[in-house]
């Protein structure tokens, strides 16, 4: 939290200058992008660890175990440690996804 958002480069970067660089202006776009999503991403992240935070801080004795079926999380943890669900039932709640195709670039955001 303390690094705080991913700083979004400028459309410009003389502010004196008028009118805009045609060949720039794609990559500006695309690093503005990418820059958006990608606080969009630790926001969402951040969300998620907090909620964890209070799961533990709430109820510690239940911590660590899905919130579905009751089993142990396991080794999940260790790579999120916001996580919510057991492999099986993480993987049922994900399965909903796999037969779908993709039609269009923005079909899952």
Known sequence: MAEGD????PGRKDDTAVGVDDDASPLVEMSQVIASKRNQARSAEMTKITAALKRL?????????????????????????FAEYCLECQS??????????RRHLGDFR
């Open 92 to 101: 049922e709640r994900d399965g909903e996804f796999k037969n779908i195709r």
């Open 6 to 9: 991913l700083t979004i480069e």
């Open 57 to 81: 801080e709430e109820n510690p004795d239940e911590f660590g175990l899905c919130v579905e079926c009751g089993e142990p999380i396991g080794k999940r943890l260790e790579i999120h440690p």
